[in-house]
């Protein structure tokens, strides 16, 4: 069974940091990517990054290319997988619940969440000006 737990959201003074963490389970690594969304009220879903956990390659959105960076330990265990989204220099607009995703492409484009096939619980990031 996959699963995908989100951990590591809360609430934070802008300027401030998180580390989220997307624990990964239940399907085998090599044919999958790990995408992380967020989604704020009233808003479509977003694509932040992605992984490709065969090579670790990785993509962000433009968006994104300076203040988040995505990593992934546990890269000889196949058994489960830990991706993690470090977020700095965090804004009032980066407000909104973050979602991890596993999907067989590394997609962030709009409306590419769609095309991922299992997703988390979500986590709520919450940033006070």
């Known amino acids: 069974e996959v699963q995908l737990v989100e951990s590591g959201g809360g609430l934070v003074q802008a300027g401030g940091s998180l580390r989220l963490s997307c624990a990964a389970s239940g399907f085998t690594f090599d044919d999958y990517a790990i995408g992380w969304f967020r989604q704020a009220p009233g808003k479509e879903r977003e694509g932040i990054s992605c992984i490709n956990l065969k090579d670790s390659s990785r993509y962000y959105a433009d968006s994104a290319k300076g203040r988040f960076t995505i990593s992934t330990d546990n890269a000889k265990n196949t058994v489960h997988v830990t991706v993690h989204l470090q977020v700095n220099s965090l804004k009032p607009e980066d407000t909104a619940a973050y979602y991890c995703?596993?999907?067989?492409?590394?997609?962030?484009?709009?409306?590419?969440?769609?095309?991922?096939?299992?997703w988390g619980q979500g986590t709520q990031v919450t940033v006070s000006s």
């Open positions: 995703a596993l999907g067989t492409t590394c997609a962030i484009e709009d409306g590419d969440y769609r095309t991922y096939d299992y």
